[in-house]
């Protein structure tokens, strides 16, 4: 089993950044791909990109290809996800995910634990 927790969410006005973090116990963290989501008011908890267990594979939803980049530290036990050129859109909660299985996932019923989440609020 392993446990994650998220960090790094807070207020950025339009066309700023922020890196979150998703810290790992538990189990070895190199065994698991690491998913992001997010989830806005109102509405279902959505795919935001993945990375394989070494970090050399990569997949992001188109809406984010560019402007969000998602890496690993194994050593660290840590995730990272770096979103730069934020819009309005993109404030959610967002929420780190760890799945054991060899292929990629896009659902929420693909990744086997979760993070609590960390608040992203993105200002006009």
């Known amino acids: 089993q392993v446990q994650l927790v998220e960090s790094g969410g807070g207020l950025v006005q339009a066309g700023g950044s922020l890196r979150l973090s998703c810290a790992a116990s538990?189990?070895?963290?190199?065994?698991?791909?690491v998913g992001w989501f997010r989830q806005a008011p109102g509405k279902e908890r959505e795919f935001v990109g993945c990375?394989?267990?070494?970090?050399?594979?990569?997949y992001y939803v188109d809406s984010v290809k560019g402007r969000f980049t998602i890496s690993r530290d194994n050593a660290k036990n840590t995730a990272y996800l770096q979103m730069n050129s934020l819009t309005p859109e993109d404030t959610a909660v967002y929420y780190c995910?760890?799945?054991?299985?060899?292929?990629?996932?896009?659902?929420?019923?693909?990744?086997?634990?979760w993070g609590q989440g960390t608040q992203v609020t993105v200002s006009s």
């Open positions: 538990g189990r070895s963290f190199n065994t698991y791909r």
């Open positions: 995910a760890a799945r054991a299985g060899l292929l990629r996932s896009t659902v929420v019923t693909g990744y086997d634990y």
């Open positions: 990375i394989s267990y070494s970090g050399s594979s990569l």
